[in-house]
């Protein structure tokens, strides 16, 4: 069964910076992609990186240039990099795992979710 444990959330000042990791039961090469969500007080949860099984990253437009999703192999993790934070990234950051059963049919596995609160 897959698992996945975030941690590295907590507070931190605007223009701070914060590490999450995401951390895989299985092999992250047996995924097709991992990703970093995030759901902000009142908000639906949004993609925030894609990382694929290529190497391939994408980034919503809200964070790029700011954030940056790595694969940590020796860790066997996922990482998220978030630099110059802003009060409107505060939110509940989870790890999701992307993954083919059999041709045409995928399943996903989501984290607990970490906080991360930007205040002064």
């Known amino acids: 069964q897959v698992q996945l444990a975030e941690s590295g959330g907590g507070l931190v000042q605007p223009g701070g910076s914060l590490r999450l990791s995401c951390a895989a039961s299985?092999?992250?090469?047996?995924?097709?992609?991992m990703s970093w969500y995030r759901q902000g007080p009142g908000k639906q949860r949004e993609l925030v990186a894609r990382?694929?099984?290529?190497?391939?990253?994408s980034y919503a437009d809200s964070v790029k240039r700011r954030f940056t999703i790595a694969r940590d192999n020796a860790e066997n993790s996922v990482s998220l990099q978030m630099n110059s934070l802003k009060p409107a990234d505060t939110a509940v950051y989870y790890c999701?795992?992307?993954?083919?059963?059999?041709?045409?049919?995928?399943?996903?596995?989501w984290g607990q979710g970490t906080p991360v609160t930007v205040s002064s």
């Open positions: 299985v092999s992250i090469f047996s995924f097709n992609a």
């Open positions: 990382l694929t099984s290529g190497g391939s990253t």
């Open positions: 999701n795992a992307l993954w083919e059963l059999v041709p045409g049919l995928s399943s996903s596995q």
